[in-house]
Nanobody, 126 residues
Framework: QVQLVESGGGLVQSGGSLRLSCVVS????????MAWFRQAPGKEREGVAA???????VIADSVKGRFTISQDNAKNTFYLQMNMLKPEDTAMYYC????????????????????WGQGTQVTVSS
């Protein structure tokens, strides 16, 4: 059983920074992919950033240049560093893990991820 637990969300002013963490436990696929998604009230969940075990990262255009994804294999943890936050970044953020390899062009697609965390709220005030 794979479990993911997010942390690091909170309230921050526009222009500020936050770092989200996701601790992964259980038997993950060594060729799998980790990702961050977000869902704002009244909107669909969208992919933000993904990182494969092959080292290839995918960043959504809406956050490119502001968000980065990284992992610490020794800690079984991956991160989302969010800089220059904007009010439109306000959302519940979820980490996710795939059960197998995900092609780069699919890494921000929800249905490729089998395991999900409970989410952590990020609120950016103007």
């Amino acid at each position: 059983q794979v479990q993911l637990v997010e942390s690091g969300g909170g309230l921050v002013q526009s222009g500020g920074s936050l770092r989200l963490s996701c601790v992964v436990s259980g038997d993950t696929n060594p060729n799998g992919c980790m990702a961050w998604f977000r869902q704002a009230p009244g909107k669909e969940r969208e992919g933000v950033a993904a990182l494969g075990r092959d080292g290839a990262a995918v960043i959504a255009d809406s956050v490119k240049g502001r968000f980065t994804i990284s992992q610490d294999n020794a800690k079984n943890t991956f991160y989302l560093q969010m800089n220059m936050l904007k009010p439109e970044d306000t959302a519940m953020y979820y980490c996710a893990a795939s059960s197998g390899y995900v092609f780069t062009y699919n890494r921000l697609r929800q249905l490729d991820y089998a395991y999900w965390g409970q989410g952590t709220q990020v609120t950016v005030s103007s």
